[in-house]
């Protein structure tokens, strides 16, 4: 969910639309979702400090749609089966000794990486505070990029430094197999990655929503890509 495009959740039609004008009638927005079993390394961008639930309330709050459909309030629970990709790195992640560590959670992984809002003794009440403040906004029509509205800054639902404190960090490997580097500069991998480089991008084989290429087919991923925990 870093550098990557805005979210756009589609708004159902509601009643009253005609040609090409149409009436958004209900949007949705949750703490997180999932692409992939959630333990397994990006599959699930989890809530992120609130930054996935503030990604997609920008969407809602513009679109104003009068019904709000929200998930994933009390979901801590989730049944754990076997990693289907087969990659060395597709594992629960932080646990690469663990003798279970290729029978992987399916549904919430820990705090970080859990789809869920409610206030947890290790999380703490900050997801339901976001949550609170993105809902308070909808209710009241605001948006975080109204001008006039200098309260809005200070929303919880609208503030990034406590938020945007994860960074990338793609792979690549030169094309002969002569050298490796790591770079967090998305403006660099995407030099990197142009034809004529000499380099080619290590991908991940797990399919999540990253800016990460992706190659199931993978057995070694131990090089990268990463997501890390960068205060800047």
Known sequence: MVDVPDCNQQASVGPGGSGSRVTAWEISASSAYMTDQSALPGANPGHMRGLTMQRLFKKVLERGAPHLFMSSFNELIGGRQPSHIKANT???????????????????????????????????DRMLR???SCVSMYKAGRTCEDDSDLAAQSELCCTTTDKEVFANVWSFQKSDGSDSMLTSNHTEADELYSKGSGWKQQCNPVSGPTVFCVDSSLLDSREGPFMVYSVR
């Open 90 to 124: 597709a594992i629960n992640m932080g646990l690469p000794y663990d003798s279970q560590n290729r029978t992987v959670w399916v549904d919430t992984y820990a705090s970080e990486f859990s789809r869920d809002f409610e206030p947890t003794v290790e999380a703490g």
């Open 130 to 132: 976001v949550t609170t």
